[in-house]
């Protein structure tokens, strides 16, 4: 696999502000990592230190090998960039969009038409692709940017809160996309301050502070440092004894009896299938079985409810 | 640190864009009817005026261009005032306007160098002024054969010719100046504003002002006030202070190549007069050479205006 994206003591001032303080992170090739936190956390001033778009104070980063600052050419050529705010030539239709962006890139005339008809099929954005962008609502100017992306053939994709302002089903339709994306082998860097999102997407999260990732790692890592146990399962089953039989399935810390017949179970892993056994085991007869993701709201909420008071006046 | 590549790639697909874009906005047709009309206006003027006294001119087309009737302006003067406006309607939003549409960080995100957007943007508005100020020109050139019924020679096209190129030279100017502002402010609005002050504090007030600052600094001598004559020192600062403002750069190299007969800009001295027959027009290339100082400066002002411009627009930092 290895690393594509390494930053080191990664450091951003604006004068006697620090807005991203010392971070070191890694990317894996190929997998979804998630930049999460509250507005003016500094994401987006990370990324555009990956990109070479504004210096960094100090640290480095390395992008596929390279240094953004030193080689911003090469660096911008295999990474595809969609900005917070997107926005395209609106008296131009999505076609003549892309292929001014593929002119900047130097694609040739004739691979040019091939690939934007496949970028904006891949999009669903096939038909209005003669329409003028001013047309396009919000969630396909945003689906027109990652079909720029995808017509770069980026082998990293970074994406800035791609999803805020979108409805629930233009979100969902967009993060199918993205799941399309790293099907494919492309790295995502997905930055966002909405939690579920980033939890249905991301195989790693970085959680950012002030300019600081204060906790970095898978979603259930996460949950079993922040809240001690990752996960809970919900068992409905008639028989007897159930709740003595659930508590000595191997994983499961704690049982709880909710109501007649519904237990709750604290697991450090995912244990349905030792308490469907169980449950088989002792006879009883099981009527539902359902487990609680670990979820990354309790570990956000864990995270930051003593600083949150602070960060109000930013997250206006 | 030497940078990777070449800073000027995807500079071709930023003119062609940007020229497109210009030639068809609507701003850009205004701009053309606005020049069109003021310029039949003008030449109508010139053309009635020049009927009535003389075919024997030898420079007939050229007087087309500087000659005046009353209460119109000639040719000149009027392009002197009308191209810094064109100009600045092309350039106030280059950056800026690029900013606010949210494109800018999507187009510096791909693999070019923010000098190809400035010089492609730079080139796309120059070649934008030099189509329209060539159609101008034909135009003219066919007015004067339609109504004054004589055929250019070869040194008038090649004096008007002259005129075309400090035309779009002096438009670079007001050109870089507008890309300049538009770097600065983000509002459009604002770089507009600030660029239509500056054009009129240059071309109108600035003449208006020269000659009081002149005659602060170098006070008149009563001897030569006395005579009822002007102080060469005060008119040499007047002179000096008339030449900032490029509007006066172009009037005076017009001056210089479309009347022959000037034989130096600004006060002339007995000596330079020696062995001159007065009223005799001058070779082109002499001509060509009094004008030279004055289009020297135009390309200076121009550099000059575009490299800040140029600074500035490489030390912002771009958030969409
Ligand atoms: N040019 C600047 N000068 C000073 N502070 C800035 C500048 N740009 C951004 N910031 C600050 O940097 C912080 C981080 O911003 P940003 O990276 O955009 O956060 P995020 O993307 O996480 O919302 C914010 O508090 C913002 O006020
Ligand atoms: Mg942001």
């Known amino acids: ?316 | 640190m030497r940078r990777e590549g070449s800073p000027w790639q995807g500079l071709g697909a930023v003119v062609l864009k940007e020229l497109a874009d210009n030639l068809s906005s609507a701003r850009m047709r205004v701009l053309e009817w606005l020049i069109v009309l003021t310029a039949f206006a003008a030449l109508y003027g010139a053309i009635g005026q020049l009927r009535d006294t003389t075919a024997e001119d030898p420079f007939l087309l050229l007087r087309l261009f500087t000659v005046s009737r009353s209460p119109l302006p000639s040719f000149v003067a009027i392009l002197g005032f009308l191209i810094p406006l064109m100009a600045i309607g092309l350039g106030f939003d280059t950056i800026n306007g690029e900013y606010n549409r949210r494109t800018l960080s999507r187009i510096l995100a791909q693999p070019i160098y923010r000098d190809a957007l400035m010089m492609g943007k730079f080139l796309a508005g120059l070649a934008t002024l030099a189509v329209s100020l060539t159609c101008m020109w034909l135009l003219v050139l066919g007015l004067a054969l339609l109504f004054l019924g004589v055929p250019p020679g070869g040194e008038e096209i090649a004096r008007s010719l002259v005129f075309l190129i400090v035309a779009i030279v002096y438009g670079g100017v007001w050109l870089a100046l507008a890309m300049l502002l538009s770097v600065i402010f983000r509002s459009p609005a604002t770089a507009a504003l600030v660029a239509l002050g500056i054009w009129l504090l240059l071309t109108l007030i600035w003449p208006m002002l020269s000659p009081a600052i002149a005659s602060v600094i170098a006070p008149p001598d009563i001897r030569y006030e006395a005579l009822g004559l002007p102080t060469p020192e005060t008119l040499e600062w007047q002179q000096m202070l008339a030449r900032l403002s490029p509007n006066n750069l172009f009037g005076e190299a017009m001056l210089a190549v479309l009347s022959p007969t000037t034989r130096a800009l600004g006060a002339v001295f007995i000596d330079q007069l020696q062995g001159a027959i007065l009223g005799a027009p001058l070779p082109f290339g002499q001509s060509l050479l009094i004008a030279w100082p004055q289009i020297v400066g135009l390309i200076a002002a121009t550099i000059m205006l575009f490299v800040a411009a140029y600074i500035v627009f490489q030390r912002q930092e771009i958030r969409a």
């Open chain 1, 1 to 316: 696999m290895g690393t594509v994206i390494t930053a080191h003591g990664l450091t951003k001032r604006y004068g006697s502000a620090t807005v991203v303080a010392g971070i070191d992170f890694a990317v894996d090739k190929g997998e979804t990592f998630g930049l999460l936190g509250p507005n003016g956390s500094g994401k987006t001033t990370t990324i555009l230190m990956m990109l070479g778009l504004t210096e960094r104070s100090a640290g480095s980063v390395d992008v596929l090998g390279q240094d953004p600052m030193r080689s911003p050419l090469s660096v911008k050529r295999r990474v595809g960039y969609l900005p917070d705010s997107i926005g395209f030539y609106d008296n131009l239709t999505a076609v003549e969009n892309l292929a001014y962006t593929a002119r900047l890139m130097g694609i040739g005339s004739a691979e040019r038409r091939e690939r934007i008809a496949k970028a904006l099929a891949r999009v669903r954005l096939s038909d209005v692709a003669e329409k003028r962008v001013g047309t396009f609502s919000h969630g396909m100017r945003q689906r027109l940017g990652l079909a720029e992306i995808i017509m770069k053939r980026a082998e990293i994709a970074i994406l800035d809160e791609p999803t805020s302002g979108l409805d629930p089903q233009s979100t969902a339709d967009f993060l199918d996309l993205i799941r399309e994306l790293r099907g494919e082998g492309v790295t995502v860097l997905l930055s966002s301050h909405l939690l579920d999102q980033v939890q249905r997407v991301c195989d790693r999260v970085a959680l950012f502070q002030s300019g600081r990732i204060v906790l970095m790692g898978s979603v259930a890592e996460l949950a079993r440092k922040v809240l001690g146990a990752g996960f809970v399962v919900e068992v409905e089953a008639e028989g007897t004894d159930l709740e003595r039989k659930l508590a000595a399935v191997p994983g499961v810390t704690a049982v709880e009896t909710v109501a007649p017949d519904r237990y709750r179970l604290t697991a450090d892993r995912d244990v349905r299938p030792g308490a469907a056994r169980a449950v088989v085991v002792a006879a009883g007869s099981l009527k539902r079985l359902s487990v609680d993701e670990p979820s990354l709201e309790a570990i956000y909420a864990r995270c930051f409810q003593p600083a949150a008071k602070e960060e109000m006046p930013d997250a206006a």
